[in-house]
């Protein structure tokens, strides 16, 4: 039962810090969203508010990479990225294009009082970032523009995410899908030609 309303917690500061972001966000408001007493947020986040964003850091990073770590076992690099940045579109469109990244939300709001949280964050992005990067040196890209490349999509699409928001449109991200996917194969086309001569 415990484990049960620290979940519930977790996903409900998951949910409130994609729409309000981490400083609009109070213990307050998540023992309401949750259904679970405030004081049991105290018991189960004895460090206090940035021990919850961590845990949901971890878990934004995870549901998001492992869709990713999934479905790069099947497909293309292109197909890979357009995929990430195709979740994310009908991520801000089923929200109403009123919820972004949780990371991101965290992140931009914490680095003074909580520097743990860039660094947790800084680790699932890198995860985010792996996955494509293997995706492409798999197909031959020399590891480091493999890393360039990844580097390049997680950036973008998170830059994307903000516009989407602020237009109302998942333009942005279709936009980036299709400038991705170009990138991604003209690189693993590149790798290939270089490997034929």
């Given at each position: 039962m415990a484990a049960d309303s620290k979940d519930r917690m977790i996903r409900s500061a998951y949910q409130l810090f994609r729409e309000r972001g981490y400083s609009g966000t109070g213990f307050r408001e998540i023992s309401a969203h949750s259904g679970?007493?405030?004081?049991?947020?105290?018991?189960?986040?004895?460090?206090?508010?940035?021990?919850?964003?961590?845990?949901?850091i971890?878990?934004?990073?995870?549901?998001?990479?492992?869709?990713?770590?999934?479905?790069?076992?099947?497909?293309?690099p292109g197909t890979l990225v357009e995929g990430f940045a195709a979740g994310w579109a009908e991520h801000?469109?089923?929200?109403?294009?009123?919820?972004?990244?949780?990371?991101?939300?965290?992140?931009?709001?914490?680095?003074?009082?909580?520097?743990?949280?860039?660094?947790?964050?800084?680790?699932?992005?890198g995860r985010w970032r792996a996955i494509l990067a293997e995706s492409l040196a798999r197909q031959g890209v020399p590891?480091?523009?493999?890393?360039?490349?990844?580097?390049?999509?997680?950036?973008?699409?998170?830059?994307?995410?903000?516009?989407?928001?602020?237009?109302?449109?998942?333009?942005?991200?279709?936009?980036?899908?299709?400038?991705l996917r170009k990138s991604f194969e003209a690189a693993v086309h590149g790798a290939r030609s270089a490997q034929s001569k």
């Open positions: 679970v007493a405030k004081g049991a947020v105290y018991h189960h986040f004895p460090a206090g508010k940035a021990d919850l964003a961590e845990q949901v971890r878990l934004a990073g995870r549901e998001v990479g492992d869709l990713m770590a999934a479905a790069a076992d099947g497909v293309d801000v469109r089923t929200h109403d294009f009123a919820a972004g990244c949780a990371i991101a939300a965290v992140v931009s709001e914490s680095q003074h009082d909580a520097p743990q949280l860039a660094r947790t964050a800084a680790d699932e992005f590891s480091e523009h493999a890393a360039s490349l990844a580097t390049l999509a997680v950036a973008a699409v998170e830059g994307a995410v903000i516009l989407a928001r602020a237009e109302r449109a998942t333009q942005p991200l279709d936009d980036i899908a299709r400038e």
